[in-house]
């Protein structure tokens, strides 16, 4: 199997999607190109976020909004031609893995997501003055069944769930006496199980003595749109769902 | 050679020297040949993998039980109907444990949840790859004849285009990309035929250039086939890379071959300079709502408007003003079946647009081209360039024929056998990266390519594979039974006076009526059981918006009273929904005691607040329409019904069907009926 591995790594760089998901198929941990023909001109001592983090995207696909991290000195000031390298788990991939910083101290890159939907912890290094440094970034893989929740949620439930809005989508937060709760608030959400979201999702809130402002969706979804629903806010929810049941401890 | 035949002689001597040896030895490779077999197989790549998989699952809790549901050997899924023949499952052996969800090394990693079940439609089905074969290199990755190798990720949502031919909520990508195909005009030249056999249709609005010099300069016409990008960031127009001579011969051959259109060279009767108020074009721009439909380029480059009609932030340089007053005279002058529509501005009106138009051009764009007086001869090579590029296959040009079957016929792309395909070198051999490098730089495979240059971005070219990726033979074969068919347009056609109205003010380009039309604004089906006589009148003379929170509305189009009256009384006659019951629903005033049950029901209840807004000081809530006037707006039948099944009345509505018991349907319907809004009247207001 190594062989072919290292064979298709020959067509050439339009092959990186598919080495990627061979990469994933085989079980093997994808390592990124080495940072060949990039020279530092110069190091930081601190990489920080610009955009691009905790995006929510499909599994296997290229997040929507490229991810740029910024290097600084000590005193916070940008440092242009500095190297960061991406890292991610099995399966993602980068373009490009490796980049100098720009004149205003980013670098950029487009993050392609790997096959399996959950959580990726990424990690951005720039090789520092003495050690190196590195940052975490956290995006999301939605598979199948959470994207048609989260399509479905954004039909029904984010015009008031979700505080932000856009010019083309007014939210309703702000006009509500109760205010509901953003799917991605672990915090509360977590501590509910499925079974209390399927109530509160099928017969609204007062099922949970909670507010009338939710009103019951129990003839409007389906059973598998409901399900759904509960995918798409346990795999958005910050801090991460941990699923209840037997904890399979290895011997 | 002596030596090696003594030697040989002498090795047959010590086997089958006597009798005896000879059946020890010939037992013994009989023996060995018996081992062959079982060793083949317990050396191979899927045993291999049973024994991690035992390995993986031993230290689990649940050992017990998967071991239990672990059977040994190839499995096999077979599915004489659908042609599958699957042996995945001899290797992928997590697929259906759900304890197995932490587990991320494949091949044991459980299936995402899908609707289909493994058992009924199998893996290649949605995957592609080779079902039968039992090694990872076969399965995955063959590229031999008539063989498939497995579809990336990226593209899965292609395999649920090979039977679903509608549009699936849970697949953006493939809708995306089949809106595509038709939306960027692919099926003008490229024949696209559906399983079911039907034929993809063209869904854009390629101008007619019949009379494009009533309209345009051959200058503006020039620069325009040399980078239509540069002119309108968003048009759907591919570059097709064309020299300076090529664009010019093409250009005076368009403009030779133009035939003038009666009252599109007639200047406007008032100097169009601009009006004494600067503000009158912004605001008549903005009361018609011309950026439902049209976007402009706002100073941050981003784009503002709808994509229905094309973009207007440089359309002073290309309409000449007299085209444009005449185009907004009456736009079906010019082009018959445009969906714009026809506003019935007034002299006045005309004259104070087509100053702002005008004054939306770009004095850089163009100021370079100066075209000479073209020779017969140039306007015959333009001739030929137009009919070698196949400019017809979309636009109506005076002297060309729309060409037949201009490009490949691409109905089942999605199964061209890799052998037929010429890559480019360093390209990966696989289907859908020579799809998507067609897409992207169809010019880098030869000169002779006529295909243009679209400007695209990353998720519409992965979009377009993906439903090309979808066109496939397994589809075409597939049973009738497990199709689903695309809805396709009625070609309903309102009838009469009022029908011809409503082709006039193209109602049809926003609004939908019994299955065909625009989804920009509500279906207006069931129209005339839902709305009063007076408040369509009212709302026809001047649309006010229901819904705060909207941005595109519908334009005023200054009806006359009889022609107000006209549409008024076919839809209140016509779009009648069979389904609504008057009888059931409270009619004429209602007890005040029932109206206060309404009420309480509304607020405590059902929480309508949270979407709408009945009293303008309490309420804030702006999904659903404000209902202040609604008492004056619906009828208390169409109001009881949609109270009981919203759904049922506009199916994919947002509000949820709350299942209201009659009692409470009518004390709402009461309570919403007393909504009158101010002095009883709402849209005058």
């Given at each position: 199997?190594?062989?072919?591995?290292?064979?298709?790594?020959?067509?050439?760089?339009?092959?990186?999607?598919?080495?990627?998901?061979?990469?994933?198929?085989?079980?093997?941990?994808?390592?990124?190109?080495?940072?060949?023909?990039?020279?530092?001109?110069?190091?930081?001592?601190?990489?920080?976020?610009?955009?691009?983090?905790?995006?929510?995207?499909?599994?296997?696909?290229?997040?929507?909004?490229?991810?740029?991290?910024?290097?600084?000195?000590?005193?916070?000031?940008?440092?242009?031609?500095?190297?960061?390298?991406?890292?991610?788990?099995?399966?993602?991939?980068?373009?490009?893995?490796?980049?100098?910083?720009?004149?205003s101290g980013q670098a950029t890159t487009s993050v392609t997501l790997g096959t399996i939907a959950g959580r990726y912890d990424l990690s951005a290094v720039t090789p520092g003055k003495a050690t190196p440094v590195s940052l975490e970034i956290v995006e999301t893989a939605l598979g199948y069944q959470q994207r048609v929740g989260s399509i479905l949620a954004d039909k029904y439930c984010s015009r008031c769930h979700d505080p932000e809005s856009s010019p083309q989508r007014v939210s309703n937060y702000d006009n509500l006496a109760v205010k509901p709760h953003a799917f991605t608030e672990g915090s509360t959400l977590n501590k509910m199980s499925d079974a209390d979201l399927t109530s509160i999702?099928?017969?609204?809130?007062?099922?949970?003595?909670?507010?009338?402002?939710?009103?019951?969706?129990?003839?409007?979804?389906?059973?598998?749109?409901?399900?759904?629903?509960?995918?798409?806010?346990?795999?958005?929810?910050?801090?991460?769902?941990?699923?209840?049941?037997?904890?399979?401890?290895?011997? | 050679?002596?030596?090696?035949?003594?030697?040989?002689?002498?090795?047959?001597?010590?086997?089958?020297?006597?009798?005896?040896?000879?059946?020890?030895?010939?037992?013994?490779?009989?023996?060995?040949?018996?081992?062959?077999?079982?060793?083949?197989?317990?050396?191979?790549?899927?045993?291999?993998?049973?024994?991690?998989?035992?390995?993986?699952?031993?230290?689990?809790?649940?050992?017990?039980?998967?071991?239990?549901?672990?059977?040994?050997?190839?499995?096999?899924?077979?599915?004489?109907?659908?042609?599958?023949?699957?042996?995945?499952?001899?290797?992928?052996?997590?697929?259906?444990?759900?304890?197995?969800?932490?587990?991320?090394?494949?091949?044991?990693?459980?299936?995402?949840?899908?609707?289909?079940?493994?058992?009924?439609?199998?893996?290649?089905?949605?995957?592609?790859?080779?079902?039968?074969?039992?090694?990872?290199?076969?399965?995955?990755?063959?590229?031999?004849?008539?063989?498939?190798?497995?579809?990336?990720?990226?593209?899965?949502?292609?395999?649920?285009?090979?039977?679903?031919?509608?549009?699936?909520?849970?697949?953006?990508?493939?809708?995306?990309?089949?809106?595509?195909?038709?939306?960027?005009?692919?099926?003008?030249?490229?024949?696209?035929?559906?399983?079911?056999?039907?034929?993809?249709?063209?869904?854009?609005?390629?101008?007619?250039?019949?009379?494009?010099?009533?309209?345009?300069?051959?200058?503006?016409?020039?620069?325009?086939?040399?980078?239509?990008?540069?002119?309108?960031?968003?048009?759907?127009?591919?570059?097709?890379?064309?020299?300076?001579?090529?664009?010019?011969?093409?250009?005076?051959?368009?403009?030779?071959?133009?035939?003038?259109?009666?009252?599109?060279?007639?200047?406007?009767?008032?100097?169009?300079?601009?009006?004494?108020?600067?503000?009158?074009?912004?605001?008549?721009?903005?009361?018609?709502?011309?950026?439902?439909?049209?976007?402009?380029?706002?100073?941050?480059?981003?784009?503002?408007?709808?994509?229905?009609?094309?973009?207007?932030?440089?359309?002073?340089?290309?309409?000449?003003?007299?085209?444009?007053?005449?185009?907004?005279?009456?736009?079906?002058?010019?082009?018959?079946?445009?969906?714009?529509?026809?506003?019935?501005?007034?002299?006045?009106?005309?004259?104070?647009?087509?100053?702002?138009?005008?004054?939306?051009?770009?004095?850089?764009?163009?100021?370079?081209?100066?075209?000479?007086?073209?020779?017969?001869?140039?306007?015959?090579?333009?001739?030929?360039?137009?009919?070698?590029?196949?400019?017809?296959?979309?636009?109506?040009?005076?002297?060309?024929?729309?060409?037949?079957?201009?490009?490949?016929?691409?109905?089942?792309?999605?199964?061209?056998?890799?052998?037929?395909?010429?890559?480019?070198?360093?390209?990966?051999?696989?289907?859908?990266?020579?799809?998507?490098?067609?897409?992207?730089?169809?010019?880098?495979?030869?000169?002779?390519?006529?295909?243009?240059?679209?400007?695209?971005?990353?998720?519409?070219?992965?979009?377009?594979?993906?439903?090309?990726?979808?066109?496939?033979?397994?589809?075409?074969?597939?049973?009738?039974?497990?199709?689903?068919?695309?809805?396709?347009?009625?070609?309903?056609?309102?009838?009469?006076?009022?029908?011809?109205?409503?082709?006039?003010?193209?109602?049809?380009?926003?609004?939908?009526?019994?299955?065909?039309?625009?989804?920009?604004?509500?279906?207006?089906?069931?129209?005339?059981?839902?709305?009063?006589?007076?408040?369509?009148?009212?709302?026809?003379?001047?649309?006010?918006?229901?819904?705060?929170?909207?941005?595109?509305?519908?334009?005023?189009?200054?009806?006359?009273?009889?022609?107000?009256?006209?549409?008024?009384?076919?839809?209140?006659?016509?779009?009648?929904?069979?389904?609504?019951?008057?009888?059931?629903?409270?009619?004429?005033?209602?007890?005040?005691?029932?109206?206060?049950?309404?009420?309480?029901?509304?607020?405590?209840?059902?929480?309508?607040?949270?979407?709408?807004?009945?009293?303008?000081?309490?309420?804030?809530?702006?999904?659903?329409?404000?209902?202040?006037?609604?008492?004056?707006?619906?009828?208390?039948?169409?109001?009881?019904?949609?109270?009981?099944?919203?759904?049922?009345?506009?199916?994919?509505?947002?509000?949820?069907?709350?299942?209201?018991?009659?009692?409470?349907?009518?004390?709402?319907?009461?309570?919403?009926?007393?909504?009158?809004?101010?002095?009883?009247?709402?849209?005058?207001?």
């Amino acid at each position: 199997m190594m062989r072919r591995f290292t064979a298709s790594i020959t067509f050439g760089t339009s092959a990186s999607l598919a080495l990627l998901s061979f990469a994933t198929l085989a079980g093997c941990k994808h390592s990124a190109p080495a940072n060949a023909g990039l020279k530092a001109t110069a190091q930081g001592t601190a990489l920080v976020e610009s955009s691009g983090g905790h995006q929510v995207g499909v599994t296997g696909t290229v997040l929507k909004d490229p991810l740029v991290v910024q290097v600084n000195d000590d005193h916070g000031t940008a440092v242009p031609g500095a190297l960061v390298e991406f890292h991610g788990s099995a399966g993602v991939g980068f373009d490009p893995a490796a980049v100098l910083t720009d004149s205003s101290g980013q670098a950029t890159t487009s993050v392609t997501l790997g096959t399996i939907a959950g959580r990726y912890d990424l990690s951005a290094v720039t090789p520092g003055k003495a050690t190196p440094v590195s940052l975490e970034i956290v995006e999301t893989a939605l598979g199948y069944q959470q994207r048609v929740g989260s399509i479905l949620a954004d039909k029904y439930c984010s015009r008031c769930h979700d505080p932000e809005s856009s010019p083309q989508r007014v939210s309703n937060y702000d006009n509500l006496a109760v205010k509901p709760h953003a799917f991605t608030e672990g915090s509360t959400l977590n501590k509910m199980s499925d079974a209390d979201l399927t109530s509160i999702i099928l017969h609204g809130g007062p099922a949970l003595n909670r507010s009338a402002l939710m009103p019951p969706y129990g003839n409007t979804l389906n059973a598998a749109d409901v399900k759904a629903l509960i995918a798409y806010t346990r795999a958005v929810s910050d801090p991460p769902y941990q699923p209840p049941g037997t904890v399979y401890a290895r011997k | 050679m002596q030596r090696i035949r003594k030697y040989v002689s002498s090795l047959w001597q010590a086997l089958f020297g006597d009798p005896v040896r000879a059946f020890g030895v010939v037992s013994l490779i009989l023996l060995l040949a018996l081992a062959i077999a079982p060793a083949k197989e317990h050396f191979s790549q899927w045993h291999s993998y049973q024994r991690q998989y035992l390995t993986l699952i031993r230290d689990r809790g649940d050992a017990i039980s998967l071991r239990r549901r672990f059977v040994p050997g190839i499995h096999q899924i077979w599915l004489p109907e659908l042609g599958v023949v699957d042996r995945c499952t001899t290797c992928h052996l997590g697929l259906n444990e759900s304890s197995l969800a932490d587990v991320a090394q494949q091949p044991f990693r459980k299936h995402p949840v899908v609707p289909h079940p493994l058992d009924r439609f199998g893996c290649v089905i949605c995957h592609g790859g080779q079902g039968q074969a039992t090694t990872v290199a076969e399965a995955h990755h063959s590229e031999r004849a008539g063989e498939e190798p497995i579809l990336p990720t990226r593209y899965i949502e292609s395999g649920c285009g090979q039977c679903h031919q509608n549009a699936l909520p849970g697949t953006p990508q493939l809708n995306l990309g089949r809106t595509m195909l038709t939306r960027y005009g692919c099926v003008h030249c490229h024949a696209i035929t559906r399983p079911d056999g039907s034929k993809m249709e063209a869904t854009d609005h390629p101008p007619s250039l019949a009379h494009i010099a009533d309209k345009s300069t051959r200058e503006w016409i020039f620069s325009w086939l040399k980078d239509p990008q540069a002119y309108a960031a968003s048009t759907t127009m591919p570059n097709y890379k064309l020299s300076d001579g090529d664009a010019s011969d093409i250009s005076a051959y368009l403009v030779s071959s133009s035939k003038p259109q009666a009252g599109d060279t007639v200047a406007p009767a008032a100097k169009p300079t601009m009006a004494a108020d600067p503000a009158a074009g912004p605001s008549l721009y903005g009361e018609s709502f011309c950026a439902s439909c049209h976007a402009v380029q706002n100073a941050a480059g981003n784009l503002v408007g709808g994509d229905l009609g094309p973009e207007l932030t440089r359309i002073g340089n290309k309409a000449k003003p007299e085209w444009l007053a005449a185009w907004l005279e009456n736009p079906r002058v010019y082009d018959s079946t445009t969906p714009m529509p026809h506003y019935r501005f007034t002299p006045q009106q005309i004259e104070t647009l087509v100053a702002f138009l005008q004054a939306k051009s770009d004095s850089d764009y163009g100021s370079g081209v100066h075209l000479d007086a073209a020779s017969s001869q140039q306007i015959a090579h333009g001739r030929k360039l137009i009919v070698e590029l196949g400019c017809a296959a979309c636009h109506e040009i005076n002297g060309v024929q729309k060409p037949e079957n201009f490009a490949p016929d691409l109905s089942t792309i999605g199964s061209k056998p890799l052998a037929q395909i010429v890559f480019l070198p360093g390209m990966e051999h696989s289907l859908p990266s020579y799809i998507l490098a067609k897409i992207r730089q169809p010019r880098a495979f030869g000169s002779s390519v006529k295909m243009p240059q679209f400007t695209l971005t990353a998720a519409q070219t992965d979009a377009l594979t993906t439903a090309l990726l979808a066109l496939t033979a397994r589809g075409r074969a597939m049973p009738d039974s497990l199709r689903i068919a695309a809805i396709p347009d009625t070609d309903y056609q309102p009838a009469g006076h009022a029908g011809k109205l409503i082709a006039e003010l193209a109602c049809l380009s926003c609004h939908r009526f019994n299955g065909r039309g625009g989804d920009m604004a509500p279906d207006l089906t069931w129209e005339g059981s839902a709305v009063q006589r007076q408040w369509l009148t009212d709302f026809l003379h001047n649309p006010n918006t229901l819904r705060p929170s909207l941005i595109r509305r519908m334009p005023r189009f200054n009806l006359s009273d009889s022609d107000n009256k006209e549409l008024t009384d076919y839809i209140l006659t016509v779009y009648q929904s069979p389904a609504i019951d008057a009888e059931l629903a409270p009619s004429g005033t209602n007890p005040p005691d029932v109206v206060e049950r309404g009420k309480q029901l509304f607020y405590s209840k059902y929480a309508c607040q949270a979407c709408h807004i009945v009293d303008t000081k309490a309420d804030k809530g702006y999904i659903g329409p404000t209902l202040t006037q609604v008492g004056s707006r619906l009828t208390p039948a169409w109001v009881y019904a949609w109270l009981k099944n919203p759904q049922a009345l506009r199916p994919g509505t947002t509000e949820p069907n709350q299942n209201l018991s009659d009692d409470d349907a009518r004390a709402l319907t009461a309570f919403l009926m007393s909504q009158k809004g101010p002095g009883g009247r709402g849209a005058k207001q």
